[in-house]
C-alpha cells in the first residue's frame, strides 16, 4: 500500500511540476511591441540651386513615444501613433544674413572662408505608421516593415555661421517652415533597422530665394533607428 501511495505521491508532485512549468512560461496573448523609439540619421537636402552644396556631418537625432494598436489576432498587423522630438542640422555653404529688410541668402564660394554654417531645427513629432511584424508573444527577434508618415511643428529654427576669421552668426530663422511632414519607412530585423524620411514640405517657406532662385530645399533623412517594447 504504501508503495501505491508513493507512486501517487511522485505522480502528483510531477503533475504540478510541470503545471508550474506551463504556468510560467505562458505567455501575454495581448503583448505590444515597439512602443519606444531612439534613431540616428545623416540629413540631404534635395532640389537646392545649383551652386549649393552640403558640408560636413549633416547629422539628426530622434526619439519618443508611438502606441501600438494590434489590428489581428496575431497581432502581425498594427497601427502606431505616436509623439516625439527630433534635432536636425544641414550644413551647406548657403550663407542666411539678418539685414533691415529681412533675411537673406547668399552661396560661400569658398571653404577657406568658413568654418562651419548650418541650418538647424528643433521639432516636435507625431509618427504615423501602418505595421507589419512576424512576432509572436514569445520571439523577441523578428522582422518588421513600419510605413507611414510623420508631421512636424518647428518651435526652434536656427542659422549658424562660424566664419574663420570673425565672430560666429546665429539666430532664429523665421524664414524656415513651422509645418512639415513626410513619408517614413523603418524596416529591419531584431534591433538594427533602417530609417528613411523623405519630406513631402520644402525646408524653407514658398518666398524664400537665394539670387533669383527659389529655394525649396527638401529634407532626405537616411540612418537607423532602434525599438524598444
Not at 501613433?81 to 541668402?105: D, Q
Not at 531584431?190 to 524664400?208: E, G, K
Request: hydrophobic share 40%.
Amino acid at each position: 500500500m504504501m508503495r501505491y501511495f508513493s507512486v501517487l505521491f511522485f505522480l502528483g508532485c510531477a503533475s504540478v511540476s510541470a503545471q508550474l512549468a506551463v504556468d510560467s512560461t505562458e505567455v501575454d496573448s495581448r503583448y505590444l511591441e515597439d512602443q519606444f523609439y531612439i534613431g540616428i540619421t545623416y540629413n540631404f537636402l534635395l532640389n537646392q540651386p545649383e551652386d549649393v552644396s552640403q558640408r560636413s556631418l549633416s547629422y539628426g537625432l530622434q526619439a519618443g513615444f508611438i502606441k501600438d494598436i494590434p489590428l489581428n489576432r496575431s497581432r502581425t498587423t498594427a497601427i502606431g501613433l505616436g509623439a516625439g522630438y527630433g534635432v536636425y542640422s544641414y550644413y551647406s555653404n548657403l550663407k542666411a544674413e539678418e539685414t533691415s529688410s529681412g533675411i537673406v541668402y547668399s552661396i560661400l564660394e569658398s571653404d577657406g572662408d568658413f568654418d562651419r554654417n548650418k541650418v538647424e531645427t528643433h521639432m516636435l513629432e507625431v509618427p504615423f505608421e501602418i505595421r507589419w511584424r512576424n512576432s509572436t508573444a514569445a520571439e523577441y527577434k523578428f522582422w518588421r516593415l513600419y510605413a507611414g508618415m510623420k508631421f512636424g511643428y518647428v518651435f526652434g529654427g536656427r542659422s549658424k555661421l562660424v566664419p574663420t576669421d570673425t565672430n560666429k552668426i546665429s539666430f532664429y530663422n523665421e524664414d524656415i517652415r513651422r509645418f512639415q511632414y513626410g513619408l517614413t519607412l523603418n524596416f529591419g530585423y531584431n534591433t538594427f533597422n533602417l530609417h528613411a524620411y523623405y519630406s513631402l514640405t520644402s525646408l524653407f517657406n514658398d518666398d524664400v530665394v537665394v539670387g533669383s532662385e527659389s529655394l525649396n530645399s527638401k529634407a532626405l533623412r537616411i540612418g537607423l533607428i532602434f525599438y524598444i517594447l
